[in-house]
Protein backbone atom coordinates (compact mmCIF):
# COMPACT_ATOMS: atom_id res chain seq x y z
CA UNK A 1 0.00 0.00 0.00
CA UNK A 2 3.00 2.37 0.68
CA UNK A 3 4.23 1.20 -3.29
CA UNK A 4 3.42 4.51 -4.59
CA UNK A 5 6.27 5.14 -6.15
CA UNK A 6 6.93 2.92 -9.10
CA UNK A 7 7.02 5.91 -11.64
CA UNK A 8 9.74 7.56 -10.19
CA UNK A 9 13.16 7.57 -10.23
CA UNK A 10 12.74 4.99 -12.67
CA UNK A 11 15.54 6.76 -15.19
CA UNK A 12 18.84 5.56 -14.81
CA UNK A 13 20.55 7.57 -11.77
CA UNK A 14 24.19 7.16 -10.42
CA UNK A 15 23.87 4.48 -7.55
CA UNK A 16 24.19 6.28 -4.01
CA UNK A 17 22.60 6.87 -0.59
CA UNK A 18 21.71 9.45 1.90
CA UNK A 19 20.89 7.45 5.16
CA UNK A 20 19.64 10.63 8.33
CA UNK A 21 18.16 10.20 11.25
CA UNK A 22 15.03 11.81 11.13
CA UNK A 23 12.04 12.36 13.12
CA UNK A 24 8.54 13.27 12.29
CA UNK A 25 5.60 13.95 14.07
CA UNK A 26 2.71 12.10 13.33
CA UNK A 27 -0.49 14.20 15.80
CA UNK A 28 0.61 13.85 18.88
CA UNK A 29 3.24 11.24 18.33
CA UNK A 30 6.69 12.02 17.75
CA UNK A 31 8.39 8.71 14.98
CA UNK A 32 12.52 8.52 14.68
CA UNK A 33 13.30 6.94 11.88
CA UNK A 34 16.33 5.93 9.86
CA UNK A 35 15.80 7.47 6.43
CA UNK A 36 17.52 5.77 3.95
CA UNK A 37 17.34 7.44 0.28
CA UNK A 38 18.73 5.19 -2.59
CA UNK A 39 18.09 5.12 -6.37
CA UNK A 40 15.51 2.88 -5.32
CA UNK A 41 12.08 3.22 -7.03
CA UNK A 42 9.72 2.55 -3.71
CA UNK A 43 9.41 3.28 -0.41
CA UNK A 44 9.20 0.48 1.98
CA UNK A 45 8.92 1.26 5.53
CA UNK A 46 11.01 -1.48 8.15
CA UNK A 47 10.69 -1.81 11.66
CA UNK A 48 14.18 -3.55 12.71
CA UNK A 49 13.76 -4.34 16.50
CA UNK A 50 12.99 -1.18 17.65
CA UNK A 51 13.91 1.20 15.15
CA UNK A 52 11.91 2.02 12.19
CA UNK A 53 13.35 2.49 8.97
CA UNK A 54 12.18 4.22 5.74
CA UNK A 55 13.59 2.97 2.53
CA UNK A 56 13.11 5.79 -0.26
CA UNK A 57 13.64 7.18 -3.99
CA UNK A 58 15.86 9.55 -3.48
CA UNK A 59 13.50 12.46 -4.99
CA UNK A 60 10.94 11.79 -2.48
CA UNK A 61 9.73 14.46 -0.77
CA UNK A 62 9.47 14.53 3.08
CA UNK A 63 5.77 15.54 2.61
CA UNK A 64 5.05 11.88 1.13
CA UNK A 65 6.77 10.25 3.67
CA UNK A 66 5.19 11.85 6.46
CA UNK A 67 2.28 10.70 4.82
CA UNK A 68 3.06 7.40 3.87
CA UNK A 69 4.13 6.64 8.02
CA UNK A 70 0.50 8.63 8.96
CA UNK A 71 -1.02 5.48 6.54
CA UNK A 72 0.63 3.26 8.49
CA UNK A 73 0.75 4.22 11.95
CA UNK A 74 -1.15 1.76 13.24
CA UNK A 75 0.97 -1.05 12.12
CA UNK A 76 4.18 0.79 13.03
CA UNK A 77 2.96 0.97 16.66
CA UNK A 78 1.91 -3.02 16.33
CA UNK A 79 5.37 -3.51 15.01
CA UNK A 80 6.96 -1.61 17.54
CA UNK A 81 5.29 -3.59 20.33
CA UNK A 82 6.05 -7.02 18.21
CA UNK A 83 9.71 -5.94 17.96
CA UNK A 84 10.12 -6.74 21.67
CA UNK A 85 8.75 -10.19 21.54
CA UNK A 86 10.78 -11.03 18.13
CA UNK A 87 14.23 -9.80 19.90
CA UNK A 88 13.80 -12.42 22.72
CA UNK A 89 11.97 -14.62 19.95
CA UNK A 90 15.86 -13.84 17.89
CA UNK A 91 17.41 -16.05 20.94
CA UNK A 92 14.95 -19.33 19.60
CA UNK A 93 17.85 -19.75 16.70
CA UNK A 94 20.85 -21.32 18.52
CA UNK A 95 20.85 -18.26 21.17
CA UNK A 96 22.16 -15.31 20.61
CA UNK A 97 20.21 -14.40 18.15
CA UNK A 98 23.00 -16.22 15.56
CA UNK A 99 22.94 -19.60 13.73
CA UNK A 100 26.64 -21.14 13.36
CA UNK A 101 28.07 -21.04 9.81
CA UNK A 102 31.16 -21.87 8.12
CA UNK A 103 32.03 -23.12 11.80
CA UNK A 104 31.42 -19.45 13.29
CA UNK A 105 28.38 -17.20 14.51
CA UNK A 106 26.64 -15.06 12.03
CA UNK A 107 23.86 -12.99 13.62
CA UNK A 108 20.41 -13.35 12.16
CA UNK A 109 18.20 -10.22 11.98
CA UNK A 110 14.58 -10.56 11.97
CA UNK A 111 13.15 -7.29 10.17
CA UNK A 112 9.24 -6.57 9.64
CA UNK A 113 8.61 -5.64 6.61
CA UNK A 114 5.65 -3.83 4.89
CA UNK A 115 4.69 -4.20 1.78
CA UNK A 116 4.41 -7.80 2.52
CA UNK A 117 5.36 -8.66 -0.96
CA UNK A 118 8.95 -7.66 0.45
CA UNK A 119 9.26 -10.30 2.84
CA UNK A 120 10.01 -13.69 2.57
CA UNK A 121 13.50 -13.00 1.57
CA UNK A 122 17.03 -13.83 3.65
CA UNK A 123 20.18 -11.55 2.72
CA UNK A 124 23.78 -11.61 4.25
CA UNK A 125 24.52 -8.38 4.48
CA UNK A 126 28.05 -6.96 5.19
CA UNK A 127 27.81 -4.70 7.66
CA UNK A 128 30.76 -2.32 8.49
CA UNK A 129 29.84 -1.66 12.10
CA UNK A 130 28.23 -5.74 13.13
CA UNK A 131 29.81 -7.62 10.47
CA UNK A 132 28.43 -10.00 8.32
CA UNK A 133 24.46 -10.09 9.13
CA UNK A 134 21.80 -12.66 8.19
CA UNK A 135 18.47 -10.60 7.43
CA UNK A 136 15.36 -12.41 7.28
CA UNK A 137 12.55 -10.56 5.87
CA UNK A 138 9.24 -11.48 7.18
CA UNK A 139 5.70 -9.92 6.78
CA UNK A 140 3.51 -9.49 9.88
CA UNK A 141 2.41 -13.38 9.94
CA UNK A 142 5.69 -14.73 10.13
CA UNK A 143 6.12 -17.83 12.79
CA UNK A 144 8.95 -19.53 14.11
CA UNK A 145 8.74 -22.08 11.84
CA UNK A 146 8.45 -19.87 8.78
CA UNK A 147 11.80 -18.35 9.72
CA UNK A 148 13.65 -21.12 10.05
CA UNK A 149 12.44 -22.61 6.75
CA UNK A 150 13.42 -19.50 5.26
CA UNK A 151 16.85 -19.84 6.51
CA UNK A 152 16.83 -23.22 5.47
CA UNK A 153 15.78 -22.25 1.99
CA UNK A 154 18.96 -20.01 2.00
CA UNK A 155 21.47 -22.51 3.58
CA UNK A 156 20.51 -24.87 0.71
CA UNK A 157 21.11 -21.97 -1.81
CA UNK A 158 24.95 -21.61 -0.54
CA UNK A 159 25.12 -24.97 -0.08
CA UNK A 160 24.47 -25.71 -3.69
CA UNK A 161 27.18 -23.12 -4.49
CA UNK A 162 30.36 -23.92 -1.64
CA UNK A 163 29.42 -28.08 -1.80
CA UNK A 164 30.10 -28.09 -5.81
CA UNK A 165 33.01 -25.61 -5.75
CA UNK A 166 34.83 -27.69 -3.34
CA UNK A 167 33.76 -30.78 -5.35
CA UNK A 168 35.37 -29.23 -8.95
CA UNK A 169 37.99 -28.43 -7.29
CA UNK A 170 39.09 -31.50 -5.16
CA UNK A 171 37.95 -34.04 -8.52
CA UNK A 172 40.51 -32.18 -10.31
CA UNK A 173 43.44 -32.83 -7.73
CA UNK A 174 42.55 -36.47 -7.48
CA UNK A 175 41.72 -36.62 -11.07
CA UNK A 176 38.30 -38.30 -10.24
CA UNK A 177 34.73 -37.81 -11.67
CA UNK A 178 31.81 -36.77 -10.12
CA UNK A 179 28.24 -36.44 -11.78
CA UNK A 180 25.36 -35.42 -9.34
CA UNK A 181 25.47 -33.71 -6.36
CA UNK A 182 22.97 -33.99 -3.69
CA UNK A 183 22.12 -32.32 -0.81
CA UNK A 184 20.26 -34.68 2.40
CA UNK A 185 18.89 -33.48 5.93
CA UNK A 186 19.47 -36.88 7.35
CA UNK A 187 20.28 -37.11 10.92
CA UNK A 188 23.18 -39.93 10.39
CA UNK A 189 25.21 -39.42 7.64
CA UNK A 190 27.54 -36.60 6.47
CA UNK A 191 27.90 -38.11 2.95
CA UNK A 192 27.75 -41.01 0.51
CA UNK A 193 29.07 -41.71 -2.99
CA UNK A 194 27.17 -43.76 -5.60
CA UNK A 195 29.22 -45.95 -8.06
CA UNK A 196 27.68 -43.74 -10.64
CA UNK A 197 29.11 -40.71 -9.41
CA UNK A 198 26.24 -39.47 -7.41
CA UNK A 199 27.72 -37.89 -4.42
CA UNK A 200 25.43 -37.07 -1.24
CA UNK A 201 26.49 -34.25 0.85
CA UNK A 202 24.73 -33.28 4.70
CA UNK A 203 23.09 -29.76 4.96
CA UNK A 204 24.51 -29.63 8.36
CA UNK A 205 28.26 -29.64 7.11
CA UNK A 206 27.53 -25.92 6.20
CA UNK A 207 27.96 -25.42 10.68
CA UNK A 208 31.58 -26.64 10.37
CA UNK A 209 34.12 -24.77 9.05
CA UNK A 210 35.47 -25.14 5.10
CA UNK A 211 38.29 -27.65 5.82
CA UNK A 212 35.87 -30.32 7.56
CA UNK A 213 34.12 -29.67 4.90
CA UNK A 214 36.68 -30.46 2.37
CA UNK A 215 37.15 -33.46 4.61
CA UNK A 216 33.77 -35.13 4.01
CA UNK A 217 33.99 -33.73 0.21
CA UNK A 218 37.62 -36.12 -0.28
CA UNK A 219 36.11 -38.52 1.74
CA UNK A 220 33.19 -39.42 -0.58
CA UNK A 221 35.66 -38.72 -3.90
CA UNK A 222 37.99 -40.83 -2.98
CA UNK A 223 35.02 -43.83 -2.85
CA UNK A 224 34.94 -42.65 -6.18
CA UNK A 225 38.20 -44.64 -6.64
CA UNK A 226 37.68 -46.61 -3.79
CA UNK A 227 34.41 -48.06 -2.36
CA UNK A 228 35.59 -49.53 0.91
CA UNK A 229 37.77 -48.22 3.87
CA UNK A 230 40.67 -50.05 2.83
CA UNK A 231 44.66 -48.77 3.30
CA UNK A 232 44.85 -47.65 -0.59
CA UNK A 233 41.69 -45.41 0.14
CA UNK A 234 43.02 -43.78 3.42
CA UNK A 235 46.43 -42.82 1.62
CA UNK A 236 44.28 -41.24 -1.29
CA UNK A 237 42.42 -39.40 1.52
CA UNK A 238 45.56 -38.41 3.21
CA UNK A 239 47.69 -37.81 -0.38
CA UNK A 240 44.69 -34.99 -0.81
CA UNK A 241 44.41 -33.98 2.68
CA UNK A 242 47.12 -34.55 4.78
CA UNK A 243 45.29 -33.10 8.33
CA UNK A 244 42.63 -35.32 7.66
CA UNK A 245 42.46 -36.96 11.06
CA UNK A 246 42.63 -34.01 13.16
CA UNK A 247 39.43 -32.13 10.44
CA UNK A 248 37.63 -36.27 10.94
CA UNK A 249 37.69 -35.56 14.77
CA UNK A 250 36.37 -32.34 14.85
CA UNK A 251 33.83 -33.86 12.63
CA UNK A 252 32.87 -36.17 14.97
CA UNK A 253 32.44 -33.76 18.21
CA UNK A 254 30.59 -31.15 15.65
CA UNK A 255 26.28 -31.18 16.89
CA UNK A 256 24.25 -29.83 14.03
CA UNK A 257 21.66 -27.56 15.39
CA UNK A 258 18.30 -29.51 15.93
CA UNK A 259 15.61 -27.52 13.15
CA UNK A 260 18.06 -28.62 10.41
CA UNK A 261 16.60 -31.93 10.04
CA UNK A 262 12.87 -30.44 9.64
ZN1 LIG B 1 33.42 -43.73 3.74
Request: aromatic share 8%; net charge positive.
Amino acid sequence: MIDLFSRIGRKKQKVKSITQNTTFNLGTQVIHCRLVRTNRRTLVIQVIHQEIVVRAPLCVPDSFILQSLNCKRTWITKQLQLSEVSTSYDTFIDGQGSITYLGKPLSVQLIKVEPAKEARKVLLNRDLIRGCVLEVYIGEDFDTKAVLALIVDWLEGQARDIFKSRLDYFAEKMQVNWHNMRISRAKTRWGSAHQNGTIGLNLALLQCHLEVIDYVVVHELAHLRYMNHQAQFWQLVESTLPNYQTLRKQLKNHKASWWLYG
